[in-house]
């Protein structure tokens, strides 16, 4: 199986839930991070986690880092019509410079 | 914000013409790398570049794809000879290089391959 698979592949909510995603990654890695895409668009960066580092939060994101799992997390709190995308968990293996391995991302649907 | 612009959004081609995709990193970046997404599948890594020179590439990058930062600003992707399977969303990313920096990626350009 490939480096970086997320579940759930799709995942419904309505409007005010929250919605978590989960990824796991077989290779050890430098850091883990969250990208959101909007269909037909580019991957907007969400959040970044170190290896080193068990949780982040960045306004209604919260991830988490398990080394001993080799899995994330991604949580978005009283999530809006607005959050509907895919969103992909990569991982960087390296200090610097090298390249991202991508899930194959979950989608998103959050029902006004 | 700065961020990573590429050229063409969509580009039209036909099987076995050559097709130069173009991008523009975040001017202080030092690290570049080209991805592709073939409909409704996860994204790929093609090449990364550094210090004017391929750094790594994975093993679809074949003899096919060539790179090149011709000018301070530009950094192009090459397709010589266009097949079917070429047909996807490629993507253009840079970074700063730095420990723990995150990849910025530009919107894409939908390549088709007729």
């Known amino acids: 199986s490939q480096q970086g698979e997320e579940d759930p592949q799709a995942l419904s909510i309505q409007e005010g839930e929250n919605a978590t995603m989960n990824c796991s990654y077989k290779?050890?890695?430098?850091?883990l991070q969250w990208y959101r895409q909007n269909s037909g668009r580019g991957l907007v960066h969400l959040i970044l986690i170190r290896s080193n580092e068990r949780e982040k939060h960045s306004g209604r994101l919260r991830v988490t880092l398990d080394t001993s799992k080799k899995s994330s997390s991604l949580l978005i709190t009283a999530s809006r019509a607005a959050d509907t995308a895919s969103y992909f968990c990569a991982t960087d293996a390296r200090t610097s410079g090298s390249r991202l391995t991508f899930g194959e991302g979950t989608q998103l649907t959050v029902n006004p | 914000e700065p961020e990573v612009t590429q050229t063409p959004s969509h580009q039209v081609t036909q099987m076995g013409q050559e097709v130069i995709l173009r991008c523009v990193p975040i001017?202080?970046?030092?690290?570049f790398y080209w991805y592709r997404q073939i409909l409704g599948q996860k994204v790929e890594f093609l090449v990364s570049f550094y210090n004017n020179e391929i750094s790594e590439k994975s093993e679809i990058f074949d003899d096919q794809f060539s790179v090149e930062r011709p000018d301070g600003s530009n950094f192009t992707l090459k397709i010589r000879s266009t097949k079917l399977e070429d047909s996807a969303m490629y993507f253009c990313?840079?970074?700063?290089?730095?420990?723990?920096?995150?990849?910025?990626f530009g919107d894409g350009t939908r390549l088709s391959i007729l």
């Open positions: 290779t050890s890695i430098n850091n």
């Open positions: 990313a840079s970074t700063r290089g730095e420990g723990n920096q995150p990849q910025h």
């Open positions: 001017s202080n970046h030092l690290y």
